[in-house]
């Protein structure tokens, strides 16, 4: 039994019969991607050896964590890593040009590690016809989801396993519904003075393969130990589903990886959180939050001049012309927010919405940070002023050159955050 300080728990997890097996493993997979790639943290390098080591072990983990590997450009090495990826996990499929009956019937109950390179093909705007591969990928992170397909000549129904670790690189972000499984490498450019090795594949892959079957060895033996540990994580819900596996490959493998495994899953999902702004109907709480303040009622119009006012936020570019009140509405439907006849203290009647309307579902997918009042500050008078109107943030704070976070949960109630609008040089939010 070891205590982790940093998580106040325990973990159950036996150790390997030679203690420093695991550990030696993990290091020497951690020297050939570091010769190989230049990842954009040690964390990051660490997150991407326990997910290589993990997918040996697939058949005792209960969730397949999906690895993103994600550049703003071409050339920031996440095709390399991919080939290091390739060559050192378990049973690699590349599904770059694969049909999608090809790759589920590859799939089993010792699954092989799906590989995707140029994710765009399969996620991108001209993808339509992979529906079934994003399905696949949608659903294979947890187990018993299997897809159903009828078989026409044995006239019966037909259950098909997804379950599977999958690797996908390509530019930008890729679904909420996979980054949301997965952990996320932020692939970047060398900078000059980085410097790697090159990769061959006839004279370095063989070497790598070699740490593979050594980890196969490893972890194979260990199976049922694997699956039954109960590991203690500094995370919660799915992000726990999702680094699981990685942290009992860590405490199994011993040293300091168990330390190092908690310290990834903590920073790199802060980082995605400060990176993720939430899905287009959190963003459109954020802001509806942002742009009501301290006002009890808001008219539509009002709202809307505000949300497509702001250059860095969608809505101006939300359809030909911008958001319309006919598409907020179909928006803020899905949280049970509907507009109505509202008086306003000028006596004045219009087609608007109530911040009253709003306060259950900000509770629930935008609450303020953990000591931040609600409530707007009475402190100090608002910088920021449009014909004498007070202007304030989505934490009730007075805009001005500060523009801090706000903690946004999405609709499946995982974690991220988005920052409220800045105000323009005409002062509207």
């Known amino acids: 039994m070891t205590a982790h300080p940093s998580t106040g728990g325990t973990t159950v997890t036996p150790q ?9 493993l993990l290091n020497e997979l951690h020297s050939a991607l570091t010769r190989y790639v230049i990842l954009p943290s040690p964390q990051a390098v660490d997150a991407v050896t326990l997910w290589i080591a993990a997918t040996h072990a697939q058949p005792a983990w209960a969730h397949a964590p999906r690895l993103v590997i994600r550049a703003p450009e071409k050339r920031c090495g996440k095709s390399r890593l991919l080939d290091v990826v390739e060559a050192t996990c378990h049973e690699p499929f590349i599904t770059v040009n694969a049909s999608p009956s090809a790759v589920y019937r590859s799939i089993s109950d010792d699954p092989p590690t799906m590989l995707v390179d140029e994710a765009d093909t399969i996620f991108g705007p001209d993808a339509g016809s992979n529906e079934d591969l994003r399905g696949l990928l949608n659903a294979g992170h947890q187990r018993n989801r299997p897809a159903k397909r009828y078989d026409a000549a044995a006239n ?58 050594r980890l196969e060895r490893w972890l194979r033996a260990d199976l049922a130990q694997l699956e039954a540990a109960e590991p203690a ?3 919660e ?19 300091d990886w168990p330390e190092r495994a908690r310290n990834a899953a903590v920073d790199l999902l802060a980082e995605a959180a ?7 109907r959190t963003r459109l709480l954020v802001d509806c939050r942002t742009t009501f303040g301290d006002q009890t009622a808001i008219s539509t119009a009002e709202l809307l001049r505000q949300l497509n006012a702001d250059p860095e936020a969608p809505w101006s570019s939300y359809g030909k012309t911008g958001l319309t009140a006919a598409k907020l509405a179909s928006l803020l439907s899905e949280f049970e927010i509907k507009s109505a006849n509202v008086r306003f203290p000028d006596g004045t009647q219009a087609k608007g919405y109530r911040a009253s309307d709003f306060h259950d579902a900000w509770t629930r997918y935008c609450p303020t940070q953990p000591g931040e009042s609600s409530q707007p500050s009475q402190a100090s008078p608002p910088t920021s002023q449009r014909d004498g109107l007070a202007l304030w943030d989505g934490n009730g704070r007075p805009v001005n050159s500060s523009r801090p976070a706000l903690t946004c949960v999405g609709t499946d109630g ?3 955050t988005a920052t409220p609008p800045a105000t323009n040089t005409k002062g509207v939010a």
Do not use: C
Request: charged residues 25%.
């Open 237 to 255: 819900d799915r992000a726990a589903d999702t680094w699981e596996p990685l942290v009992i490959v860590a405490d199994h493998a011993g040293g």
């Open 156 to 213: 019966r129904v037909e259950s098909i396993p997804t379950f599977a670790m999958a690797a996908l690189a390509g530019i930008g972000a890729m679904p909420d519904t996979i980054e949301d499984r997965a952990v996320i490498i932020r692939m970047r450019r060398r900078a000059p003075g980085e410097t790697v090795s090159p990769y061959r594949y006839r004279r370095d892959r063989p070497v790598l393969a070699s740490i593979a079957q």
């Open 16 to 24: 390997p019969a030679d203690a420093h097996q695991g550990a030696a």
């Open 414 to 416: 995982t974690a991220g």
């Open 233 to 235: 994580m500094p995370v």
């Open 274 to 280: 400060g990176n993720d702004q939430g899905s287009l």
